[in-house]
């Protein structure tokens, strides 16, 4: 006896279906990546010369020291403002809102932080200036097409509140590390 086949569409698994949850928690895996990334990094590589670890206090250079403090407030921001979407208004996020988040998170912030720590660690730091120029540049086209596209009209004060903490934290984070490689 023959087995019986079954129809193609039936066997078709849908691997998007089981993605859909996750969906609504990409930005917010992403907005955490960097700051468990830089510990992780941090204490896997605590003995590479390039590092700024002291054995006396402060322990860091000012810059990182003040790194913890607006990074700590850009991601507060960024999860207050993922909460305030999903708890409070009670909305989801457009589907495009969330492509372009989760694209200058994953393909502008991921690697801004990739080349970012490698320059810091490199004989070379110059060797990543350019890169690093263009994911800029990159980054802040998405956030800004983000930020006037989806947010300008709609927005409230509490909501605004929460991206500028999340964009001017990140931003001077940013600076604050670029400073730390490229200004001896």
């Known amino acids: 006896m023959l087995p019986i086949q079954e129809h193609p569409k039936e066997r078709k698994f849908d691997f998007l279906s ?71 208004l009670q909305m989801k996020v457009s589907k495009k809102e969330r492509i372009v988040e989760a694209v200058a998170l994953g393909f502008g912030g991921l690697p801004m932080f990739l080349l970012m720590w490698l320059a810091m660690v490199s004989e070379n730091p110059n060797d990543f200036l350019i890169p690093i120029i263009v994911v800029l540049i990159f980054t802040v086209t998405l956030i ?21 903490m999340l964009v001017f934290g990140n931003g001077i984070t940013w600076l604050l590390w670029f400073h730390f490689i490229y200004v001896k």
């Not at 990094?41 to 990182?64: H, S, V």
């Not at 800004?144 to 500028?164: G, L, P, Q, S």
Request: proline share 5%.
């Open 18 to 88: 089981l993605s859909k949850p996750l969906h609504n928690y990409i930005s917010l895996l992403l907005l955490f990546a960097p700051v468990l990334m830089f510990v992780f990094l941090m204490i896997l590589d605590y003995d590479n010369q390039r590092l700024p670890i002291q054995i006396n206090f402060p322990y860091l250079p000012w810059q990182l020291i003040v790194m913890m403090i607006t990074g700590s407030i850009a991601t507060i921001g960024g999860f207050l403002d993922w909460r305030f979407h999903r708890k409070t």
């Open 144 to 164: 800004c097409y983000d930020e006037f596209v989806f947010h300008k009209k709609r927005c409230e004060e509490v909501e605004n509140r929460y991206h500028k």
